[in-house]
C-alpha cells in the first residue's frame, strides 16, 4: 500500500513547483518526487497533478517517459510561445492557454501548457504568471470534486487564470477614468497620448490571449467524454461564462480607448483651429493700415491729398475705420 503520511519528499529541483499523489475518492496521499511516480501509477485508484515552471528538456523527457506523452505535445511544451490551442492525442489533451499579470503597474504575459490525462495533470508555466498553487488548494478542499479527476484540477486552473484577468480589465478602466482630465484638456499632452496607446497596445494583447480560451473551454464543455465527467460540465460552463465577459470588457475598454484618442487629437485640432482663425483675424486687420499706408511708400511726384493739411486725419479715419469694420466683422463670425 501506499503511504498516505503528510510528509513532503525533497523537490526534483526548482523547476518542480508541486509533484502531488491524490486518490481516486479526493484525498491527497503526498508529495513525490518525479522518479516516484511510475510507483504511484502502479496503484490503479490514483492520479498524479504535477505543477512545472518553465522546465528543462531533461525534466520534460522524464515526464514523457512516466505518462507515455504524445512527441509533438512535448516539443511544443519546450518550445513555448505558442498559439492558444486544444490538441487530442488519444486518451490526452494537450493544452495551450495565455496568461497575464500585472507586474509594478505594467501587464506582462507569459502561457500555460497543460497535459491532461484519465490519471495525470500536468501544468508547465512559462514567462508571467502567478503560481497554480491556491488553485490545487481550493481543489483539495472539495475532495468530493476532486473525486471526479484531473479535470476537476484542469477547471481549477483555467477558472484561476481566467479570473486573474478580471482585476486587470479593472485596473484599465480606473487608469482611463484618471485620464479623463487630460483627454478633455485644450493642450496636447505627449504622455496622455502615449499612454492611451499603450493601453491600447496592452489590451490588443490582453484580448488575443483571452478570445481564443472561449473555443477551448467550449470544446472541454461539449467533448471529451473520455476526459471530461458530465458533472464537471456546467463548472467548465462557469468559466466558460467568465471568460465571455472578460473578453466582453476588454471589447468595450478598447472601443472606449478608441474614442478617447480621436476626441483627445479632436479637442487639440479644434483648439489649434482657433488659434489660427485668430492669428488670421488679426493678421486682415494689420493688413488693411498696411495697404493704404503703402500707397506714401511710391515715388509719386504729384499726389493731391499730400499739400492738403487734413488729408493726413482723413487717411487715418479712414483706416480706422476699415480696421473697425473688419473686427465688428470678425467679432460676429467669432474669430476673435
Request: charged content about 20%.
Amino acid at each position: 500500500m501506499l503511504d498516505v503520511s503528510p510528509a513532503n519528499s525533497p523537490p526534483d529541483s526548482p523547476m518542480v513547483v508541486n509533484c502531488v499523489a491524490y486518490r481516486n475518492d479526493g484525498t491527497r496521499l503526498r508529495d513525490i518526487s518525479v522518479d516516484d511516480i511510475s510507483e504511484i501509477l502502479k496503484e490503479p485508484e490514483t492520479f498524479v497533478w504535477v505543477g512545472l515552471h518553465e522546465p528543462d528538456s531533461a525534466l520534460l523527457l522524464k515526464l514523457q517517459e512516466e505518462f507515455d506523452l504524445h512527441d509533438l505535445a512535448v516539443e511544443d511544451a519546450q518550445q513555448a510561445h505558442q498559439r492558444t490551442k486544444i490538441e487530442a492525442y488519444g486518451d490526452s489533451l494537450f493544452i495551450v492557454v495565455q496568461t497575464a499579470q500585472l507586474i509594478s503597474g505594467h501587464i506582462a504575459f507569459g502561457e500555460t501548457h497543460i497535459f491532461l490525462g484519465k490519471r495525470y495533470l500536468i501544468t508547465v508555466r512559462h514567462g508571467a504568471s502567478l503560481s497554480y498553487t491556491p488553485a490545487r488548494r481550493s481543489c483539495e478542499k472539495t475532495p468530493e470534486m476532486l473525486a471526479l479527476g484531473p479535470s476537476y484540477g484542469l477547471y481549477g486552473v483555467l477558472d484561476f487564470i481566467v479570473d486573474n484577468l478580471l482585476p486587470i480589465v479593472r485596473d484599465f478602466r480606473e487608469e482611463l477614468q484618471d485620464l479623463e482630465k487630460d483627454i478633455f484638456a485644450d493642450t496636447l499632452n505627449r504622455d496622455t497620448v502615449r499612454r492611451l496607446y499603450d493601453m491600447q497596445r496592452d489590451l490588443m494583447t490582453l484580448r488575443l490571449a483571452a478570445a481564443p480560451m472561449q473555443d477551448i473551454i467550449n470544446q472541454l464543455v461539449r467533448l471529451h467524454p473520455n476526459l471530461i465527467p458530465d458533472d464537471l460540465r456546467v463548472y467548465f460552463r462557469d468559466v466558460y461564462n467568465h471568460v465571455f465577459r472578460v473578453n466582453e470588457s476588454i471589447s468595450a475598454m478598447r472601443e472606449m480607448l478608441t474614442a478617447a484618442i480621436h476626441v483627445n487629437l479632436s479637442l487639440v485640432t479644434f483648439g489649434q483651429n482657433e488659434v489660427m482663425k485668430k492669428l488670421a483675424g488679426w493678421a486682415a486687420m494689420l493688413a488693411a493700415p498696411t495697404l493704404i499706408t503703402s500707397w506714401y511708400g511710391m515715388n509719386f511726384t504729384h499726389m493731391p491729398e499730400l499739400n492738403q493739411p487734413w488729408a493726413y486725419p482723413i487717411i487715418m479715419g479712414v483706416v480706422a475705420c476699415v480696421v473697425g469694420t473688419i473686427y465688428l466683422w470678425l467679432k460676429r463670425a467669432k474669430w476673435l
